[in-house]
Nanobody, 122 residues
Framework: QVQLVESGGGLVQAGGSLRLSCAAS????????MGWFRQAPGKEREDVAT????????YYTDSVKGRFTISRDNAKNTVYLQMNSLKPEDTAVYYC???????????????WGQGTQVTVSS
């Protein structure tokens, strides 16, 4: 049973930082791509950042480039999302996901965490 558990969300003022973590269990973590996605009220789920199994290939959506950093520690079965210079438009529920291939398409990921709320106040 694959399980993903996110943590680190919260309320922060614009310009602040948060670090999200996603702990994985139930599979060989290092063999699979990981991704962070987000969904704001009334909007579709969108990709934020994705990382290949070894960390050598990373994609960011344009709106977070230069502000967010995805990383993974395969020894700890954990993927991180460091979010700096946060903006009110970053407000959303953030989800981590794992899949057999690197993709920015949510439907390509088979397993999802429960999500963590990030709220950025102006």
């Amino acid at each position: 049973q694959v399980q993903l558990v996110e943590s680190g969300g919260g309320l922060v003022q614009a310009g602040g930082s948060l670090r999200l973590s996603c702990a994985a269990s139930g599979r060989t973590f290092s063999n699979y791509a990981m991704g962070w996605f987000r969904q704001a009220p009334g909007k579709e789920r969108e990709d934020v950042a994705t990382i290949s199994w070894g960390g050598g290939t990373i994609y960011y959506t344009d709106s977070v480039k230069g502000r967010f950093t995805i990383s993974r520690d395969n020894a700890k079965n954990t993927v991180y999302l460091q979010m700096n210079s946060l903006k009110p438009e970053d407000t959303a529920v953030y989800y981590c996901a794992t899949g057999s291939r690197l993709s920015t398409t949510p439907s390509h990921y088979a397993y999802w965490g429960q999500g963590t709320q990030v709220t950025v106040s102006s």
